[in-house]
């Protein structure tokens, strides 16, 4: 079947270090995945995407990595702010359908 | 920027009664969902709406529960008869047409049965 998931519940990082969340899925999930943010009270917040033809994307202060061999994408955060603080979701569009299996979430704490 | 918007914010309804969640997707996009999110809980796939027909829904998704895009804007969630267990997060969520497109949610309803 299809999963995925995420390795920590919580990340505490100093405000300027960077952040890496960690994410893994199974055998038959995807070939896109999508990684959300969700502050409090607000719905997951779209901030990078990757296709599994890819190994690598970028975008403003954010890196995703997807390595196919082991079944494992991550979310890089650079510089990581106070506004950063939110839980993290990676998401994969499930093959052939329409449909996305979140994971469990990471909750980011960025402290001073 | 476009945004994906849900009302109410919070709905507080008794159990059995009928409940209609509404959300006016982003609007160019063709692709229309809903999800929910039980407190502390991972977010679930419910049903996903393409060419005003369903496309595709979950084991969640039964007879309590259907979806309507009753004009060019709006879409929306029916819960006809309420279970305690129908208490969750619902977020709306719409995607441009083609593959590769990422898909957009709202802020979502607090949907609570009593």
């Known amino acids: 079947g299809e999963s995925v998931g995420l390795h920590l519940p919580t990340l505490s990082v100093q405000e300027g270090d960077n952040s890496i969340i960690n994410c893994a899925y199974s055998n038959s999930a995807s070939d896109y995945f999508i990684w959300y943010k969700q502050e409090s009270g607000k719905g997951p917040q779209f901030i990078i995407d990757i296709r599994s033809n890819m190994d690598k994307r970028q975008g403003q202060r954010v890196t995703v990595l997807l390595n196919k061999t082991v079944k494992h994408l991550s979310l890089q955060i650079a510089a990581t702010q106070p506004g950063d603080s939110a839980v993290y979701f990676c998401a994969g569009e499930v093959y052939n359908t329409d449909k996305l299996i979140f994971g469990t979430g990471t909750r980011l704490q960025v402290f001073p | 920027e476009p945004e994906v918007t849900q009302t109410p914010s919070h709905q507080v309804t008794q159990m059995g009664q009928e409940v209609i969640l509404r959300c006016v997707p982003i609007?160019?996009?063709?692709?229309f969902y809903w999800y929910r999110q039980i407190l502390g809980q991972k977010v679930e796939f419910l049903v996903s709406?393409?060419?005003?027909?369903?496309?595709?829904k979950s084991e969640i998704f039964d007879d309590q529960f259907s979806v309507e895009r009753p004009d060019g804007s709006n879409f929306t969630l029916k819960i006809r008869s309420t279970k305690l267990e129908d208490s969750a997060m619902y977020f709306c969520a719409s995607r441009r047409a083609g593959a590769g497109q990422p898909q957009h949610f709202g802020d979502g309803t607090r949907l609570s049965i009593l």
């Open positions: 709406f393409y060419n005003n027909e369903i496309s595709e």
């Open positions: 609007s160019n996009h063709l692709y």
